[in-house]
């Protein structure tokens, strides 16, 4: 079945790693449960708290549960706005009956682990930028295994790197709030003009920024730690060089 067809006629749902990047578990109801053979089924919640495979963050997986089935959701896929869950149904019959009350639980060990790699990633763009004296502008990234950022432009030395390691552990070590607001396009521009990110963002209504203590605000839909000191420790591992690009791969413990 095309995505496309098991979102139709679904606007919108409610995104709630959006305010709570801390939440593991929720409640909500469906919206439509799509069978796939015997075995597997999509499904669509009014509201979420797993996160699809975008912006570079690998999917969720964990389990939707009601009173009449159990899932094993295999990954989250975003579609026009709209989560779509799939995975197997490992209990029970889900029907295809709109309005059923269900439990969702994201498996919190890989989460957690992205949102100190994307934290990390932010942390690194700014001491990419204080050491190379110039704002860093991002290609794309990578929070799965093989962790990477991409950048614009060409490679810093690897001296350059190791100082912008140096730095982000004292960083870590010294702690920082992570703080998010969300606003308007011109206050976004006027807070935020030099964000590695700024000339490849969508055109919105409302910008969420997210502001690192002692690093420039940023706009970002990411799911972020509260505190620099969760990371534990920063390593950049490789710079890798290409064309007009470079990419760091590096990783947190
Ligand atoms: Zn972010």
């Given at each position: 079945?095309?995505?496309?067809?098991?979102?139709?006629?679904?606007?919108?749902?409610?995104?709630?790693?959006?305010?709570?990047?801390?939440?593991?578990?929720?409640?909500?109801?469906?919206?439509?449960?799509?069978?796939?053979?015997?075995?597997?089924?999509?499904?669509?919640?009014?509201?979420?708290?797993?996160?699809?495979?975008?912006?570079?963050?690998?999917?969720?997986?964990?389990?939707?549960?009601?009173?009449?089935?159990?899932?094993?959701?295999?990954?989250?896929?975003?579609?026009?706005?709209?989560?779509?869950?799939?995975?197997?149904?490992?209990?029970?019959?889900?029907?295809?009956?709109?309005?059923?009350?269900?439990?969702?639980?994201?498996?919190?060990?890989?989460?957690?682990?992205?949102?100190?790699?994307?934290?990390?990633?932010?942390?690194?763009?700014?001491?990419?930028?204080?050491?190379?004296?110039?704002?860093?502008?991002?290609?794309?990234?990578?929070?799965?295994?093989?962790?990477?950022?991409?950048?614009?432009?060409d490679a810093p030395t690897?001296?350059?790197?190791?100082?912008?390691?140096?730095?982000?552990?004292?960083?870590?070590?010294?702690?920082?709030?992570?703080?998010?607001?969300?606003?308007?396009?011109?206050?976004?521009?006027?807070?935020?003009?030099?964000?590695?990110?700024?000339?490849?963002?969508?055109?919105?209504?409302?910008?969420?920024?997210?502001?690192?203590?002692?690093?420039?605000?940023?706009?970002?839909?990411?799911?972020?730690?509260?505190?620099?000191?969760?990371?534990?420790?920063?390593?950049?591992?490789?710079?890798?060089k290409l064309a007009s690009?470079?990419?760091?791969?590096?990783?947190?413990?």
């Open positions: 079945m095309r995505l496309e067809e098991i979102i139709k006629g679904i606007s919108t749902i409610q995104l709630l790693y959006l305010s709570d990047s801390y939440l593991r578990d929720f409640q909500a109801v469906t919206i439509t449960i799509q069978p796939e053979g015997k075995n597997n089924a999509y499904l669509v919640l009014n509201r979420t708290t797993f996160h699809p495979k975008a912006g570079g963050q690998p999917s969720d997986t964990g389990f939707i549960t009601s009173p009449n089935f159990r899932i094993e959701v295999k990954k989250a896929i975003l579609v026009d706005g709209v989560v779509v869950h799939y995975g197997k149904i490992i209990e029970g019959k889900p029907g295809t009956t709109s309005n059923e009350r269900v439990k969702g639980e994201i498996q919190w060990n890989p989460r957690y682990k992205y949102m100190k790699r994307h934290t990390a990633a932010h942390l690194l763009d700014h001491c990419l930028t204080t050491i190379i004296g110039k704002p860093v502008e991002t290609t794309d990234s990578w929070l799965g295994d093989q962790c990477y950022i991409g950048y614009n432009g690897n001296d350059h790197l190791r100082e912008a390691e140096v730095i982000a552990n004292q960083m870590i070590t010294r702690g920082g709030n992570v703080n998010i607001e969300n606003v308007s396009q011109e206050e976004l521009l006027k807070r935020a003009p030099n964000a590695p990110n700024i000339y490849r963002l969508p055109h919105l209504e409302e910008y969420r920024i997210v502001t690192i203590q002692g690093c420039n605000p940023i706009p970002c839909a990411g799911t972020h730690l509260r505190d620099l000191k969760e990371i534990g420790q920063f390593t950049a591992i490789r710079l890798e690009s470079f990419r760091v791969y590096y990783d947190i413990k």
